[in-house]
């Protein structure tokens, strides 16, 4: 091994210590004691996955486990007290998410029931709504579907092709989807469960098309189980994971639904057919509407990041008694996190998983505030839905890299289904596309940074502008030509360690990650600043080729968002040693994407060379600082063996190492170990001469 692994780094970082359970009750956050409960119940046998279940069994598992879920009261808690609730809104997100350790079909199945549909009606719906059909909503009496996706649309729900048309002369909305791309597709408890749906449609009331609305429909009869006239469907059949889910379609031919079902919060039409709303603008009333619905995504940032730890947490401890090669010893091969490469694949994404869970716990907070009425503001609802499109899309996208990354860490054992990994991956490959596709979700978060880039400037005076435009042009030319490059260089001295230093400092990290969004954002600002004076296909094409630079800023943003958010938990930490482990775990996740965005800096003037040729050898010395503690790190996470449910997480590993090693010491120490052909030739060569 090298000296950055078994030197002075190492040693160094091994004066420091973990406070494990003091750390652990940080990641707990706000609402620890419902994580807490939740981890107790989604440790039980009952709602645990069973592998190599058919997908007809694994539903009726699911369903079953559901009705467990209700007589274990651990799907009320966002719903009124009034109704047997508790109006814990991010409690509730924070217990549903932890779920996914006992099975990811349980999770989303009872997302799509009390998450989507109860939410729907509850958020949606006003109070007569409410108190008709959320309590046999709570207590499955009414299993039922969220109908928003069509086949022909997916992430664009505006565009959706089912209508809702009333009829003033029988009070009822008559629903249809006229044609085949307009079926209700990937729709959760469609196939077999669902009686009802909360149906998504285009509202047409005297010939105006008033957007997209939700209504209450019944589906099946319940002792029957059969379609009701006017509604059909068909069964997705088996997917690629949470085959537990019956997803399936719907369609309308005519249904008829009474007219009070509309859930009318935001907007209703009387007998005679008039529309009325208490929002006026059609395009604000749409994401209004959709903005309630966002705990989705909430859900799913953290589920990601649970999913996350849990594989972190079997592919360290498996590395840490794994043995493999003769590195530097002849007679003891060594432990695989010792290996610097093994590190590599392995403590990034450690130190991800932690941004991304205190990113989480910042998302958590701003969501109970809003839903709760705390900080209900549009402002605050904005910000809520661009915050879970940022961290949803990059949590789950990390959540199948580290899965990946950990399945071939652990080499054939990986790839073995009872330890897991294989099948978290193919159950959360899903995450990255629902409840919003993230490349759409990252797309809206760009648009949203344009916006307020825009109205930074919107109502300056030129004085202004013209200072703005000075320090643009400043800044164009001290990066285009060099010249920041040059003054990093002068400062740095040609200085190795003073360049780590620049790199290492908080404040420094913090520049070159929020420069680069800010950068980012102007550019494609300048870019698209007279698209919209242009005409709608020429607006559409400048936008068009724009469009990869918009996701990536919204990506960056993300980025430092998640950066910023382990910043701030570092903030909340009070005892030395942990600290200073963490503060060189955010220093590793912010380095890396300093070092996955390498050629940005340089190619922008961001950075100078000398300074870019020494971020991989810091992220290497972190890396060796932090080996000694990778067990205290995932250790914090909290989950045990009844939720990893992985064999080589369990010591058995060590132990087989242990009898390997035992025996060879044996052999050894009793002379009876057959001598290796290579000592032999080299005894041979030794008496020939």
Excluded at 208 to 214: I, P, Q, S, T
Excluded at 656 to 669: I, P, V
């Amino acid at each position: 091994m090298t000296d950055l692994i078994t030197g002075s780094s190492q040693a160094k970082a091994a004066d420091s210590a973990v406070d494990v359970a003091a750390l652990g009750e940080l990641l707990l956050g706000k609402w620890a004691q419902t994580r807490r409960q939740a981890r107790a119940l989604a440790a039980l046998p009952e709602v645990h996955k069973i592998e190599g279940l058919t997908h007809t069994e694994h539903r009726q598992r699911a369903f079953e486990q559901l009705k467990f879920l209700v007589q274990n009261k651990a799907v009320h808690r966002a719903f009124p007290t009034r109704m047997g609730g508790s109006d814990d809104h991010g409690g509730n997100v924070a217990g549903f998410q932890e779920l996914v350790t006992a099975d990811p079909s349980l999770q989303i199945k009872a997302g799509v029931q009390w998450g989507l549909f109860g939410s729907a009606v509850l958020h949606l719906g006003n109070e007569e709504h409410q108190n008709k059909w959320l309590p046999g909503i709570m207590n499955l009496d009414i299993p039922g579907c969220f109908a928003m996706t069509e086949i022909g649309h997916g992430s664009d729900v505006a565009s959706i092709a089912t209508t809702a048309t009333f009829d003033p002369a029988t009070d009822e909305f008559v629903i249809n989807t006229p044609f085949r791309a307009a079926w209700k597709e990937y729709i959760g408890n469609a196939a077999v469960d669902g009686l009802a749906a909360v149906v998504f449609a285009q509202l047409i009331t005297k010939s105006v098309n008033h957007g997209v609305h939700a209504f209450y429909v019944e589906l099946r009869d319940p002792e029957t189980k059969e379609f009701l006239a006017g509604v059909g469907g068909q069964d997705d059949g088996i997917k690629g994971g949470l085959n537990g889910i019956d997803n399936g379609q719907l369609h309308f031919s005519g249904l008829r639904i009474p007219r009070t079902n509309l859930l009318n919060r935001y907007g209703d039409v009387a007998a005679d057919g008039s529309y009325s709303s208490p929002i006026a603008s059609p395009g604000r009333r749409f994401f209004t509407m959709l903005g309630t619905l966002v705990q989705g995504r909430v859900s799913l940032d953290g589920a990601a990041v649970a999913a996350s730890k849990v594989a972190l947490k079997i592919a360290v401890q498996y590395a840490t008694e794994r043995r493999q090669f003769n590195a530097a010893s002849d007679t003891e091969e060594e432990v695989l996190l010792d290996y610097q490469r093994h590190q590599r694949r392995l403590l990034p994404r450690l130190a991800t998983t932690y941004a991304a869970s205190f990113a989480h716990e910042q998302l958590l907070e701003k969501f109970d505030g809003v839903f709760s009425g705390t900080n209900d503001t549009d402002a605050d609802r904005q910000d809520l839905e661009t915050l879970a499109a940022a961290l949803k899309s990059m949590s789950t996208w990390h959540a199948l890299d580290t899965l990946q990354e950990c399945r071939e860490a652990c080499g054939g054992a990986g790839f073995m289904i009872e330890n897991r990994f294989a099948s978290l991956r193919a159950d959360l490959d899903i995450y990255t596309t629902f409840e919003g596709d993230n490349t759409v979700l990252l797309q809206l978060v760009a648009k949203r940074l344009l916006s307020d880039y825009a109205r930074e400037f919107r109502n300056v005076d030129f004085g202004v502008l013209a200072r703005y435009a000075f320090s643009q042009a400043a800044d164009l030319t001290l990066n285009k030509t060099g010249l920041r490059q040059v003054a990093q260089f002068v400062a740095d001295s040609g200085s190795v360690q003073k360049s780590v230093l620049a790199l290492r400092d908080e404040d420094g990290q913090r520049a070159l990650l929020t420069e680069r969004v800010q950068t980012m954002v102007a550019e494609v600002a300048g870019a698209l600043k007279d698209a919209a004076k242009l005409p709608q296909p020429s607006a559409a094409g400048v936008f068009n080729r724009h469009q990869n630079e918009l996701i990536e800023a919204a990506r960056a943003h993300a980025e430092l968002l998640q950066w910023e958010a382990f910043t701030e938990g570092l903030s909340r930490v009070e005892d030395a040693g942990t600290k200073e482990v963490l503060t060189w775990l955010r220093d590793l996740f912010g380095l890396s994407l300093i070092e996955k965005h390498l050629s940005w800096y340089l190619m922008n003037g961001r950075i100078s060379m000398q300074r870019a040729r020494t971020v991989g050898g810091y992220i290497n010395r972190l890396l060796a600082k932090l080996r000694p503690h990778a067990l205290d790190l995932v250790d914090a996470f909290g989950y045990g063996p009844e939720h990893l449910r992985a064999p080589i997480a369990t010591g058995i590993e060590k132990s087989r190492q242990d009898e390997a090693a035992d025996y060879f010491r044996h052999q050894r120490a009793s002379g009876t170990a057959p001598m290796d052909e290579k000592v032999l030739l080299l005894k041979q060569k030794a008496a020939a001469k």
